[in-house]
């Protein structure tokens, strides 16, 4: 179930034990942000697409992310790395970051996934990866988003000092088992 955060708010209630009875569920409000024209972003050449060696750190991105965030996505890493959807940033020879490509519709990409390890975090790997990916997006003629958890507030402030804009709150209901 995803629509605007103030939409379907109240339906979440009504939902969540339904939604229960059959997996377990968490309701997540993300701010949706779109890079402004102005903002400049910049290619990375630490980031490349990921390859089909990178799966097993691919699915350790995957499976930490889900104990972090509470949200798995789809597994199918193998079509994924095919479809050149997943990018990888390398530091030193070892993948630090990961993210990916989401949403894709005629004049946006979202930018979703974003993960540093934790062993790597607090050196900008993060904001390097997006910055790169953003640029991917623009050079495509499309406007770069994401969506960021609402209590994320570490994530908020990198994304709006970065000349990321709110354009405004998406509730979701994930379901978790």
């Not at 059959?22 to 701010?31: F, M």
């Not at 050149?84 to 989401?102: M, S, T």
């Not at 990321?164 to 379901?175: D, I, N, S, T």
Request: aromatic content about 8%; some cysteine.
């Amino acid at each position: 179930l995803s629509g605007h955060a103030d939409g379907i708010a109240w339906m979440t209630p009504l939902l969540l034990p339904v939604v229960h009875r059959r997996s377990p569920a968490r309701q997540l409000v993300n701010v949706v942000m779109q890079l402004s024209a102005t903002a400049k972003c910049q290619a990375d050449p630490n980031v490349r697409v990921a390859k089909e060696a990178d799966v097993p750190m691919l699915n350790r991105w995957r499976r930490q992310y889900k104990e972090e965030r509470g949200i798995l996505f789809d597994a199918d890493l193998d079509a994924w790395v095919q479809t050149q959807r997943i990018f990888v940033y390398e530091h030193e020879k070892q993948i630090v970051a990961a993210a990916k490509f989401d949403l894709e519709l005629p004049g946006l990409i979202e930018i979703g996934g974003v993960y540093t390890f934790p062993e790597f975090r607090k050196q900008g790997f993060g904001a390097k990866i997006v910055s790169d990916l953003a640029g991917r997006v623009r050079g495509l003629g499309k406007t770069p988003t994401l969506q960021v958890d609402e209590q994320n507030l570490p994530a908020l402030r990198l994304y709006e000092g970065a000349g990321w804009q709110p354009m405004g709150k998406l509730a979701r209901v994930w379901l978790t088992g």
